[in-house]
């Protein structure tokens, strides 16, 4: 372990950009407890970063469930000691035409996208404090700059998630860095969750020229490598070959 490694939680680490950001970090030499709700995943990823010298541990978690995170951030501080940084990343993204009247399905994403952001800070930020310093890397989309068709609901859960990162950023000036990473079309499962045909279908062309989840992996392990007094506010990450 190198003097600049960290304690880092993740959510939604089972897969996609969660789960490329746990191995970018633990090569890093950082030390992960990772959550998400399938812990078969999470066993088998823990496992691999064992097996390439890292240090992992993995708890099951749902970021809806605020007493669980409060649960998942404890459980670092537990085993480490502290909590230096929380990778808030877990998303679903069910699109649909707002005609479509999907609401469980809107309920769903607020419930994840934002609510679960929040708890993630509510949960680890007085750690934060107390401690002297952390840094909260909360993943939003191209969608929090941007609304498209049968995205109107999914974009404005990363609205405020874009929001919510700038508030607490102005709020934390000196002792807790904030950083917003907002990928463009990225290889993961998120589209699997989609309902609606023509949906489905428009997001399986849009995915032609999708970046793999390593591309935003290194865009997080670049904003948590820097150093305590250098903040990095806000990373979009497009492919090169799309315009979103």
């Known amino acids: 372990m190198t003097d ?3 304690v880092v939680a993740i959510t939604g680490a089972s897969s996609g950009i969660g789960a490329a950001a746990a191995r970018r970090l633990a090569a890093d030499g950082h030390r992960l407890l990772l959550g998400a709700r399938r812990t078969d995943r ?8 064992a097996a390439a010298g890292g240090t992992a541990e ?7 469930d605020a007493a669980d995170v409060r649960d998942f951030v404890a459980a670092a501080r537990e085993r480490y000691g502290r909590v230096d940084v929380v990778v808030n990343n877990a998303g679903v993204m069910p699109l649909s035409p707002l005609e479509a009247l999907q609401t469980e399905e809107w309920d769903r994403m607020i419930d994840v996208n934002v609510r679960g952001v929040l708890h993630g800070i509510a ?11 952390g840094h909260f890397v909360n993943i939003a989309s191209v969608g929090a700059y941007e609304v498209s068709p049968t995205a109107a609901v999914y974009c404005a859960t990363k609205f405020a998630v874009r929001a919510i990162s700038e508030g607490l950023r102005q709020e934390s000036a000196g002792t807790v860095r904030v950083t917003l ?11 699997d969750g989609i309902s609606d045909p023509a949906a489905r279908e428009a997001m399986r062309t849009y995915r032609a020229v ?14 948590v490598a820097q150093p305590a007094e250098v903040d990095v506010n806000e990373i979009v990450v497009r492919p090169a070959a799309g315009a979103r």
């Open 4 to 6: 600049t490694a960290k």
């Open 42 to 49: 999470l066993e088998a990823l823990t496992g691999d970063i």
């Open 58 to 64: 993995f708890r099951r978690l749902d970021v809806t």
């Open 123 to 133: 949960a680890a930020l007085p750690a934060m404090r107390a401690q002297g310093g």
């Open 181 to 191: 990473v907002s990928p463009g079309v990225t290889e993961s499962e998120l589209a």
């Open 210 to 223: 999708a970046l793999p989840a390593s591309a935003i992996a290194e865009a997080i392990a670049y904003a």
